[in-house]
């Protein structure tokens, strides 16, 4: 006795409905544009292209506006789980062949039963979002779908990672889902993101705003700040989200894969002495800096576009896992400003919730001056680094490169807030403000009777930087650990992280703080 062959047959002509989605016209169409299918999206993810499939024959069960009789293959998602260089990893990718991949009742089940499944197995979610939105034939049903969604989103925000992937359309209330997750990544073209289209733009307040001004990966990046990544293309962006996984644990109580394994005796590197220009008046190259800093001079720079003034991403320093931030003087001089402190502030609260030590590359004159700061908050937006890092229980190494002036000393993570190792190049600045503005200050009656006042500002502005912005006073008060070479900095950093590894940090029971938003 067998199995009956017509329920094979059955189960097999089942399978190839819902493998050929929305038909091969539309998948045709796709493939000319240059874009994947929802389901080839998935097997570019996981390993040799294969997944356990969530969902396969759900269906819709609405059955007004002619969808009684309309089939919809997977409803317009396609879900499932499998290996991501090794690790196990949950997906879903929206299918706009189906449907436009529309969000529906059953829709969003399939998409909150995997999520579910990433919170009890403590595994990762990358989405592909590519949908025209709701599905107005459902009503409130497709509303209710996605505060579902929503709510599964911050549920396991901070639990497992999130990554997103837009790479269609992702109109109004789509919008949020990805922007409640850890990472969003864009591609250049046949995608778009925007809570309101031109037309309603232009309804509601006059304005002639094209898609290329708000909504396309460009504008989300170096204006908007809504994403972190921007990818060439659907085979780009899959790339990009399993190299940035490949730099996260699975869960927040598990470590980041670490290559403990590797050589960290890292030896004398003299192309870091090289590095540091003769003045302070000429920008350092935080960029450069890092490249030596990390293993293969490999940075994964996550939001490289927006606030360029400083600098995040991951790396590997001695094997071990990092986060980087980095004031970067070629832009505004690397002042702290409204964007780069919650660009900065964002990234040590993701490195915090992932266990990933973070490597502090300081070189900030102060924040930046203007009333446009003043008036847009900048006292509200600063405040947030400070936050972030004091409330850091993660390692925390700091390295102190030149100018670490005022409140942005401590913006950038000093002793003071919570930095394990403090290290100083003999080219640290460590003061309230520069040694010219307080030359300035101090002694403005003295050099206003002088008889040279220029020569005299120079003798003070001299005197004033060797008693009290050498890094010499700051490591005689114990402010910091030691004050190294330049080209010590690599071996210096990677085995302070691996001492700092078993760190424990101990905060009183609380719900959260309360950082200011």
Request: glycine residues 10%; aromatic residues 8%; charged residues 20%.
């Amino acid at each position: 006795m067998s199995i009956n062959p017509k329920l094979l047959e059955d189960l097999s002509a089942r399978r190839k409905t819902a493998e050929l989605a929305g038909g091969k016209d539309k998948l045709d169409k796709r493939k000319a544009k240059g874009q994947l299918s929802a389901r080839e999206r998935l097997k570019a993810l996981f390993d040799n292209g294969e997944f356990q499939e969530f969902g396969q024959h759900a269906a819709h069960t609405c059955h007004r506006f002619g969808l009684k009789d309309k089939k919809l293959p997977g409803d317009g998602v396609v879900c499932g789980a499998g290996f991501v260089d090794g690790r196990p990893v949950a997906a879903f990718s929206q299918d706009f062949t189906v449907g436009g991949g529309a969000l529906g009742r059953i829709h969003a089940k399939k998409i909150c039963d995997l999520m579910d499944y990433a919170h009890d197995t403590g595994i990762p979610v990358v989405s592909v979002n590519d949908s025209g939105g709701a599905r107005i034939q459902e009503g409130v049903d497709s509303l209710s779908g996605y505060g579902q969604v929503f709510y599964k989103n911050v549920f396991l925000s901070g639990v497992v990672p999130q990554v997103a992937i837009i790479a269609g359309p992702c109109a109004g209330g789509a919008a949020y889902s990805p922007a409640l997750a850890d990472f969003i990544i864009m591609t250049q073209k046949n995608a778009n993101m925007f809570i309101c289209g031109p037309g309603v733009i232009k309804a509601a307040t006059g304005e002639n705003a094209s898609l290329e001004q708000f909504a396309t990966a460009a504008a989300h990046a170096s204006v908007a700040g809504n994403i972190h990544i921007v990818a060439d293309d659907d085979k780009h962006a899959i790339e990009l989200a399993a190299e940035l996984l490949s730099f996260m644990p699975s869960n927040n109580i598990s470590d980041p894969p670490h290559q403990l394994d590797a050589d960290w005796e890292i030896p004398y590197d003299p192309r870091m002495n090289e590095v540091v220009p003769d003045t302070n008046k000429m920008p350092l190259d935080t960029h450069e800096v890092i490249s030596y800093l990390v293993d293969d001079a490999h940075f994964f720079e996550i939001m490289r576009d927006f606030a360029p003034n400083i600098i995040t991403g991951f790396a590997r320093i001695g094997g071990i896992i990092v986060g980087i931030i980095g004031n970067n003087p070629k832009v505004k001089a690397g002042t702290l400003d409204i964007d780069s402190s919650d660009k900065g502030a964002r990234f040590i609260r993701t490195c915090n919730i992932y266990n990933i030590p973070i490597v502090n590359l300081v070189d900030v004159p102060g924040f930046m001056p203007g009333l446009a700061q003043e008036r847009g908050g900048i006292i509200r937006h600063g405040a947030k680094m400070l936050f972030a890092y004091a409330s850091a229980t993660v390692p925390k190494i700091t390295l102190i490169m030149r100018k670490a002036y005022g409140g942005a000393y401590l913006a950038m993570c000093s002793a003071d807030m919570g930095a394990d190792v403090v290290y100083a190049w003999p080219t640290a600045e460590i003061a309230v403000m520069g040694a010219e503005g307080a030359v300035g200050v101090l002694f403005k009656r003295e050099l206003s009777d002088a008889e040279d006042p220029a020569k005299r500002t120079a003798e003070l502005v001299e005197e004033y930087h060797d008693e009290f912005a050498s890094p010499y006073q700051a490591a005689a008060n114990a402010m910091i650990t030691d004050v190294i070479e330049p080209a010590e900095s690599r071996s210096k950093i990677a085995q302070a992280l691996r001492l700092t590894l078993s760190k424990r940090d101990t905060r009183p029971p609380k719900k959260h703080g309360n950082i200011p938003l």
